[in-house]
Each structure stands twice: as structure tokens, then as C-alpha cells.
């Protein structure tokens, strides 16, 4: 009988990897037009704030995704970096903004993982 150590559970396979580098990549594209229809719709939401919370949980779901399908430390704060990254260097309108917009998305859920 094996037992599980703790190296073992937390020890990225590769298709931990590949998972989370495709959930990154696919939602990398998808923020780029995320990111010019939340432009048009910014304006509409000048008049009640609170409905712009609406809007943005988008951004979150990477990190929560991967959190929840591969399930080891640094899966969510990874697939959200990669999606953040690959926003920026397709011309993403925050530049480098949006890379530290996602660390900061991925390490508030990673600490909610870590959470519970």
C-alpha cells in the first residue's frame, strides 16, 4: 500500500500544465474582446457604479477554473498570468496594467484556495 506525501499531491504533472497554459491562452483571447465590448458598455454603467462589479468577474475566471480542475498550489495565479500576459502582447488596451491586474486576480484566488 503507497502512501500520498505532500510533495506528491502539490507535484505538477504535464498535463496539469498543459491544462492550465491552454485555459490561460484561451481566455487570453477571449479578455481582448472582452476588454473593447467593456469599453462600450463602460458608459452605460455611469449611472448606477455598482452594476460595473457586474462586468468584471469575467476576468477572474481563469484563475477560478484552473483553480478548480487542476487543484494544486499556483494553478490559478498561472492561468490567470497567462491569460493577463497574453492580452497585453495582443494589444490589449491597459498594457502592462492588465499583467498586474491578473497577479493580483490570481493571488486573491489562490489565497481563496488556500482558504478552504
Do not use: C, H
Not at 503507497?2 to 487570453?28: K, Q, W
Amino acid at each position: 500500500m503507497t502512501t500520498t506525501t505532500g510533495t506528491a499531491r502539490t507535484r505538477y504533472r504535464n498535463i496539469d500544465l498543459v491544462v492550465i497554459a491552454g485555459i490561460g491562452a484561451a481566455f487570453g483571447v477571449a479578455f481582448l474582446g472582452y476588454g473593447a465590448l467593456y469599453s462600450l458598455i463602460g458608459p452605460l454603467t455611469a449611472a448606477f457604479k455598482p452594476a460595473e462589479g457586474l462586468l468584471v468577474g469575467i476576468w477572474f475566471l481563469p484563475a477560478v477554473i484552473a483553480g478548480l480542475i487542476v487543484r494544486k498550489p499556483g494553478a490559478a495565479i498561472g492561468a490567470e498570468l497567462i491569460a493577463a500576459t497574453l492580452e497585453m502582447m495582443l494589444g490589449g488596451q491597459w498594457g502592462w496594467g492588465t499583467v498586474i491586474s491578473g497577479l493580483l486576480q490570481g493571488g486573491g484566488v489562490e489565497l481563496a484556495f488556500a482558504l478552504t
